[in-house]
């Protein structure tokens, strides 16, 4: 019948207009996916760098007001901050040989720990991967749904155990 035929038409647009809003929800979480990944590793980057160009104030002006360049306070004060600058980068080589010590400690008595306390390239390649894993959901994601049946596919018979 006539109503019938033109009600199945409704139909089959009503659900090709779902198909493709669902499509573009899915495309939409992806690219939040891909940016909030960008974003988190952006704000990592900044973070180093800002806590890598901070310099350090000295406590000798910090108040603001005007001092005697003569009084003896101010030299001893000058003193230790020239003492400290000397003995700092001394003191963070110990501490990093320390820390290396205690790393291969570590190792050798719990097994793959220190691994992780000390491989930081480890931890930034992962990084990357998932990061480039999230684009290749983005890209999936992105293809026509044909593409996406043959790459589901492959992936299945193709994939080792």
Not at 73 to 93: C, F, G, L, W
């Amino acid at each position: 019948t006539v109503h019938k035929e033109m009600l199945q038409h409704v139909l089959h647009k009503n659900v090709a207009h779902d198909e493709v809003r669902k499509e573009q929800l899915i495309n939409i979480q992806a690219t939040m996916v891909l940016q909030e990944v960008y974003m988190g590793w952006v704000k990592y980057q900044l973070h180093a760098k800002e806590n890598a160009s901070k310099k350090k104030l000295s406590k000798m002006f910090s108040d603001g007001m005007p001092k005697l360049l003569t009084n003896e306070s101010y030299h001893q004060a000058a003193d230790d901050i020239n003492k400290q600058a000397r003995t700092k980068p001394v003191e963070m080589e110990r501490n990093k040989t320390a820390m290396a010590r205690h790393a291969e400690e570590l190792a050798e008595n719990h097994g793959g720990i220190a691994e992780s306390v000390t491989d930081r390239i480890s931890v930034q390649r992962k990084i990357t991967e998932s990061s480039y894993s999230a684009y290749q959901v983005a890209h999936y994601l992105s293809d026509s749904s044909e593409s996406k049946r043959r790459y589901t596919s492959c992936r299945l018979n193709c994939s080792s155990p």
